[in-house]
């Protein structure tokens, strides 16, 4: 017998984790933070998805955070057997897992010293790198065996470098099922990674369905709006605070500086990418070219990929925590890229604390921001944020661009599952996972009035495979 038990990113957007049973064995596929303010998640981060000696093998679709972020925590518990992953999303967590443990540590450091409230880290760096040293590297197309009576093969989601959708083959009773797990889908046109495969063949589908309910602005428009607001901000004499994702989030936003700067479409001012993970990210994207889409005519147009990319006059990549406080000394001007993507932890929260109340500066949202999250309350424009324990009072503008997504939009995930159906004719059912109630409910409704067999589980739902 087949069953898959959804356990995270159902009814929200964080926390991805789901359990397939087979043939007596169990696998799970990604095991992510959930992500929010500490005092609500921590307990759910703390609350494993399955007794450790029962997981067989994990297999995981890429390395942010909400879907690999509590490897680390399943390996201090215990768990010492295969993780599946693409090249590029085992390098990436290499360095994301590292960073995360060392964000944990360093924010349970400062709390404690500064007598604020207290969390222990979920895990240490130790258990970073025993993550990595168990995962098994697998190319797009490739078949592999996971457990006995299950075959997985990753093919190109389109969503950050490395990032997969999982078909998995499900043998038991000598029955061959094809369940699909879309992971986080891409979007076509984006500027660096090439444009997401539908899976075909497919029996049944776990999707996520973050917009759901939206459509993006196109990246181009993107691009001309993140001038605009550089623009404008630098003629009030103020900062662009961007909070954002070191791997991919980072890249694309200086791959669109970089191409503004060159039309001489924004002034010439400095930028700082403050963020050592966004600087090792940068490396790895240097080390796996063979996933770059060199369609793109300003990637085709460089012979030297990464220095014509990522390395121009403006730009400056810090490292220590001194060349990072010595910003907020600075008069003039500038751009400040920083981690993390919500705004939850890491050197953004320093900016945060300095720049939210100057109504010179711009704070721009260039990603989805969690429920829950400090993100999510710069983006409805709170009068008072607080940050490290400090209320402090927003007046800063605050701009969203929502063209640089790295996830699907309503069209483009319809016209994914669309693409999965017609070559899938024994497609019976579709799984919404990873989407907050409003989205995922009117992309339910959406494609049931289309002929689909849509569910919504709930945390702890199972079916039949």
Known sequence: MTDIQFYGAT??????????????????????????????????NQSLPAKVASIDAIVLSHAHMDHAGRL??????????????????RDLCEIMLADSAHIQE?????????????FDPLYAARDAIRTIELMQSFPYDLSFDVV????????????????????????????????????????????????????TGAHQVIMESTYGNRDHASVASAKDELGRVVRETAARGGRVLIPAFAVGRTQE????????????????????????????????????REVYDETEPFIR???DIRSALFQFPLVQYTQSVEESKALNTRHGPMVIIAASGMAESGRILHHLLNGAADPRNTILIVGFMG???LGRRIVEKQRTIRVYGEDVELRARVEII?????????????????????????????????????????????????????????AGATTAV
Do not use: M
């Open 148 to 199: 006995p009576g299950l075959k997985a093969t990753f093919v190109d989601a389109g969503h950050i470098l490395g990032s997969a959708s999982v078909i998995l083959d499900c043998t038991s009773d000598g029955v061959t099922k094809r369940l699909v797990f879309s992971g986080d889908i891409g979007r076509k046109g984006l500027p660096i990674i090439r444009d997401p495969v539908p899976p």
């Open 72 to 89: 680390p925590y399943l390996v201090r518990e215990g768990y010492a057997k295969n993780i599946f992953a693409t090249g590029a999303t």
């Open 253 to 288: 936003i200086v791959l669109s500086l970089h191409e503004l700067a060159d039309a001489g479409s924004i002034p010439r001012l400095p930028i700082y990418i403050d963020s050592p993970l966004a600087t090792k990210a940068t490396a790895v994207f240097d080390d796996h």
């Open 106 to 118: 360093s924010d349970a450091e400062f709390l404690s010293r500064h007598h604020k409230e207290h």
């Open 371 to 373: 429920e829950g999250t």
């Open 301 to 303: 147009a460089q012979k």
């Open 402 to 458: 929502n063209g640089y997504s790295a996830h699907a939009d309503r069209g483009e995930l319809h016209g994914w599952i669309d693409a999965v159906r017609a070559e899938s004719p024994a497609l019976s059912d579709v799984w919404l996972v990873h989407g907050e109630p409003d989205a995922q409910d009117a992309f339910a409704a959406t494609l049931t009035a289309n002929g689909y067999s849509t569910h919504c589980p709930a």
């Open 11 to 44: 009814r929200e957007v964080t926390g991805s984790c789901h359990i397939l049973h087979i043939n007596g064995r169990t696998v799970l596929l990604d095991c992510g933070l959930f992500q929010g303010h500490r005092a609500d998640v921590q307990k759910k």
